[in-house]
């Protein structure tokens, strides 16, 4: 089973997977509590105070003026700086030529937004605009480097309240509760359980006395009333690199590929932790990782009517960093697939498990985020088990030092039997995409044969070295 979640921005719709895991603790240690004020009279007070502070922010095209996205912001103390989340204005820092900002308040007063910061990994992003807050959203923050200020702590169960403008109809406030931390990905984002729509992207989610717990992030297509918030302690950390008056960067694809590059060494050190688990599938032994990141399912299709049985494994990461509506990046998922022979004559058979192993080998040519796929294939023995395999690199045109890896592999040892495998590592350094595939492939092997003694894990043609963005070589 596989879980979806949906940003909050019109335009675009991002599928990951999250879960949570219920906690009482909020990101930063703090000396306040919140207490459980009655909520509507609450909510009214709120959105009366609020409301002067709330933005729409637009993305628009240059050529034509049309909207491509919109989403929600607020506005930051007696600043004119405003929170969003980096998914309402991905566009105008990946493709400035092409797009501009504009931002609306409750007033219908309008006016141009300047992008000043953004932290790709946790979907925020700080924007510049000719007027000034109201007061009212404080996120105390010291400057970079320094200890900062305690911020708000949570109680499950706590009344908290979301702001923004859902669909396009109008500003709104609505009400739910904390319920603690979700850890199925690599930064925690708060679960609040209550309504937040397409368009409330950005806006701020506070407590009964107006303390800025976390951003509206995200909402479960397959959960009712299950949304998802960015913890403060993130906006906090952004704004303290940014000042009122500073000059935005020239360029923002440097400044996220740096982000994802540091990302991806977190994530793949966390992953091998621990080496794979192996689990059996007939009579092979599969490399699996279970973890709070990664998720594992099996299936099998045993009908008697059919000529040949299949079981599977399937396990895939259940997080993604968003980058735009052509990327979602920071991800991996390993597939296990073991087709037995019924009734077929040995070439029905070969021919499926040919159709199946052709079925997951995939075209990159055309996509305009990433290289074509530069791949070497290979006939292999290692452990147990002969081995074809496919191994493909592609490079991220925008972000040097970035590449996706698909390994694919076949058994070919067996007439009656086939072990079909696959991993795909989306947005890692070179090195550490090799490393994954040399792992996952020495995991794979056969239980009843004997074992070698000096296994050979790589095949002989695989790329030896980085190719270069835009220039792969073959």
Same mark, same amino acid.
């Given at each position: 089973?596989?879980?979806?979640?949906?940003?909050?921005?019109?335009?675009?719709?991002?599928?990951?997977?999250? &879960?949570?895991?219920?906690?009482?603790?909020?990101?930063?240690?703090?000396?306040?509590?919140?207490? *459980?004020?009655?909520?509507?009279?609450?909510?009214?007070?709120?959105?009366?105070?609020?409301?002067?502070?709330?933005?729409?922010?637009?993305?628009?095209?240059?050529?034509?003026?049309?909207?491509?996205?919109?989403?929600?912001?607020?506005?930051?103390?007696?600043?004119?700086?405003?929170?969003?989340?980096?998914?309402?204005?991905?566009?105008?820092?990946?493709?400035?030529?092409? #797009?501009? &900002?504009?931002?609306?308040?409750?007033?219908?007063?309008?006016?141009?937004?300047?992008?000043?910061?953004?932290?790709?990994?946790?979907?925020?992003?700080?924007?510049?605009?000719?007027?000034?807050?109201? &007061?009212?959203?404080?996120?105390?923050?010291?400057?970079?480097?320094?200890?900062?200020?305690?911020?708000?702590?949570?109680?499950?169960?706590?009344?908290? #309240?979301?702001?923004?403008?859902?669909?396009?109809?109008?500003?709104?406030?609505?009400?739910?509760?904390?319920?603690?931390?979700?850890?199925?990905?690599?930064?925690?984002?708060?679960?609040?359980?209550?309504?937040?729509?397409?368009?409330? /992207?950005?806006?701020? *989610?506070?407590?009964?006395?107006?303390?800025?717990?976390?951003?509206?992030?995200?909402?479960?297509?397959?959960?009712?009333?299950? /949304?998802?918030?960015?913890?403060?302690?993130?906006?906090?950390?952004?704004?303290?690199?940014?000042?009122?008056?500073?000059?935005?960067?020239?360029?923002?694809?440097?400044?996220?590929?740096?982000?994802?590059?540091?990302?991806?060494?977190?994530?793949?050190?966390?992953?091998?932790?621990?080496?794979?688990?192996?689990?059996?599938?007939?009579?092979?032994?599969?490399?699996?990782?279970?973890?709070?990141?990664?998720?594992?399912?099996?299936?099998?299709?045993?009908?008697?009517?059919?000529?040949?049985?299949?079981?599977?494994?399937?396990?895939?990461?259940?997080?993604?960093?968003?980058?735009?509506?052509?990327?979602?990046?920071?991800?991996?998922?390993?597939?296990?697939?073991?087709?037995?022979?019924?009734?077929?004559?040995?070439?029905?058979?070969?021919?499926?498990?040919?159709?199946?192993?052709?079925?997951?080998?995939?075209?990159?040519?055309?996509?305009?985020?990433?290289?074509?796929?530069?791949?070497?294939?290979?006939?292999?023995?290692?452990?147990?088990?002969?081995?074809?395999?496919?191994?493909?690199?592609?490079?991220?045109?925008?972000?040097?030092?970035?590449?996706?890896?698909?390994?694919?592999?076949?058994?070919?040892?067996?007439?009656?039997?086939?072990?079909?495998?696959?991993?795909?590592?989306?947005?890692?350094?070179?090195?550490?995409?090799?490393?994954?595939?040399?792992?996952?492939?020495?995991?794979?092997?056969?239980?009843?044969?004997?074992?070698?003694?000096?296994?050979?894990?790589?095949?002989?043609?695989?790329?030896?070295?980085?190719?270069?963005?835009?220039?792969?070589?073959?």
């Amino acid at each position: 089973m596989r879980f979806f979640y949906r940003p909050l921005t019109f335009a675009f719709t991002l599928m990951a997977s999250l &879960g949570v895991a219920a906690q009482t603790d909020t990101p930063n240690t703090a000396t306040n509590t919140t207490p *459980n004020t009655a909520p509507s009279s609450a909510a009214q007070q709120l959105y009366a105070s609020a409301q002067q502070d709330l933005l729409q922010l637009r993305v628009l095209l240059k050529n034509g003026n049309s909207q491509s996205s919109v989403g929600s912001g607020f506005l930051i103390g007696n600043s004119n700086l405003v929170v969003t989340n980096f998914h309402v204005v991905s566009q105008i820092a990946l493709e400035p030529e092409t #797009y501009f &900002g504009e931002y609306k308040d409750t007033s219908g007063k309008s006016g141009s937004i300047e992008l000043l910061a953004v932290d790709v990994l946790h979907d925020l992003a700080i924007v510049r605009i000719a007027r000034n807050g109201s &007061g009212f959203f404080k996120v105390p923050h010291a400057s970079a480097n320094t200890e900062q200020p305690a911020l708000v702590k949570l109680h499950q169960g706590q009344h908290l #309240y979301s702001l923004g403008n859902p669909l396009d109809l109008g500003f709104t406030i609505s009400e739910g509760t904390y319920n603690g931390i979700s850890t199925r990905g690599f930064s925690d984002q708060l679960m609040f359980t209550g309504a937040v729509n397409s368009g409330m /992207s950005g806006g701020p *989610n506070v407590t009964a006395d107006g303390q800025v717990a976390g951003v509206n992030v995200a909402h479960r297509r397959d959960g009712e009333l299950v /949304s998802f918030l960015v913890p403060v302690r993130y906006v906090q950390a952004l704004l303290s690199r940014v000042t009122s008056d500073m000059a935005p960067p020239e360029d923002f694809k440097p400044i996220i590929g740096e982000q994802l590059l540091e990302h991806q060494t977190v994530m793949v050190d966390k992953l091998l932790e621990e080496p794979f688990s192996i689990k059996s599938l007939g009579p092979y032994r599969v490399p699996v990782r279970e973890s709070d990141q990664v998720r594992c399912w099996g299936n099998t299709d045993s009908s008697a009517k059919k000529a040949y049985t299949i079981a599977s494994i399937n396990c895939s990461m259940e997080s993604a960093i968003y980058v735009s509506n052509e990327m979602q990046t920071s991800h991996i998922s390993m597939h296990h697939k073991y087709a037995h022979n019924k009734k077929l004559n040995v070439m029905q058979f070969s021919q499926l498990a040919t159709n199946m192993f052709d079925g997951q080998v995939y075209s990159t040519a055309k996509s305009e985020t990433i290289t074509p796929a530069s791949c070497t294939e290979d006939f292999i023995r290692h452990n147990n088990i002969s081995l074809r395999a496919l191994v493909c690199a592609e490079a991220y045109h925008k972000f040097n030092g970035l590449y996706d890896f698909t390994l694919i592999t076949a058994s070919t040892d067996d007439s009656q039997t086939s072990l079909q495998s696959m991993i795909n590592i989306q947005g890692v350094a070179y090195d550490n995409g090799m490393k994954l595939i040399s792992l996952f492939l020495q995991g794979i092997d056969r239980a009843e044969a004997d074992k070698t003694d000096e296994p050979t894990i790589t095949p002989a043609s695989t790329p030896t070295s980085a190719p270069a963005n835009g220039e792969v070589a073959p």
